[in-house]
């Protein structure tokens, strides 16, 4: 048995780096798109998506890659934010609202990157200990 390739804890780590790294990319594209007119501010509710994550480590693995082959590999993806105010060109972006996005999606990635670190050493210690 894989003790890294079957610990949901360090799956569910990799996947908050991941859709972290995703966020980060579309608030960077509304912060470079902030004076393109017409342009619509994007996100990803990562709380949202990390509980589907979640929910889909608690699958068995034949449940797990039933999913897998119906869903597209690069499923998470950054939706139109509703209820923004327009400004008179369209646009949509508010600098203050993504620089407190970016903030925040920063710290999480952070936090997930040192929750992976130590997940790693604590199973890097197991492993010593079982030779």
Known sequence: MDPIRNDKTL??????LDVSAKRHAAISSNLANIDTPGYKARDIDFNAVMAEISEGLEQTPVERAEREREAATD??????????????DGNNV???REMANMAANSGQYRLANQL??????????Q???NV
Not at 75 to 88: G, R, S
Not at 116 to 125: A, F, G, V, Y
């Open 116 to 125: 992976l670190q130590m997940r790693m050493r604590l199973i890097h210690e």
């Open 127 to 129: 492993l010593r200990s």
């Open 11 to 16: 799956q569910l780590l990799q996947a908050a």
């Open 94 to 96: 508010d600098l203050d």
């Open 75 to 88: 499923w998470v993806h950054a939706d139109e934010v509703p209820n923004l105010v327009e400004k008179f």
